[in-house]
């Protein structure tokens, strides 16, 4: 008998929770800019902690980014007239 893939989200495979407290005047800047690349905050924090440490980001955060520029993409598209 074949198992049969589970509706909702792939996995984003094993991941090591880490709590942290962010200075309060420095959080609404890290969550403008995940805002602005249309991420999560903790897609933000993995990819810029990838970044500062010359690492390739994990396989989620890349997918997780490369969907949100689409989603831009898509709705910078101007919208045809119907004529």
Same mark, same amino acid.
């Given at each position: 008998? #074949?198992?049969?893939?589970?509706? /909702?989200? !792939? #996995?984003? /495979?094993?991941?090591?929770?880490?709590? #942290? /407290?962010?200075?309060?005047?420095?959080?609404? %800047?890290?969550?403008?800019?995940?805002?602005?690349? /249309?991420?999560?905050? #903790?897609?933000?924090?993995?990819?810029k902690m990838a970044e500062a440490h010359g690492l390739e980001?994990? +396989?989620?955060?890349?997918?997780? %980014?490369?969907? &949100?520029?689409?989603?831009?993409?898509?709705?910078?598209? !101007?919208? &045809? +007239?119907?004529?």
């Amino acid at each position: 008998m #074949s198992q049969q893939r589970s509706l /909702g989200r !792939p #996995s984003k /495979g094993k991941r090591h929770w880490v709590n #942290s /407290g962010i200075p309060e005047d420095q959080y609404s %800047v890290y969550e403008a800019a995940a805002d602005e690349l /249309g991420i999560h905050l #903790s897609t933000y924090f993995a990819l810029k902690m990838a970044e500062a440490h010359g690492l390739e980001p994990a +396989r989620w955060v890349t997918d997780e %980014v490369r969907r &949100a520029q689409l989603r831009r993409a898509d709705e910078e598209l !101007p919208m &045809a +007239r119907a004529g």
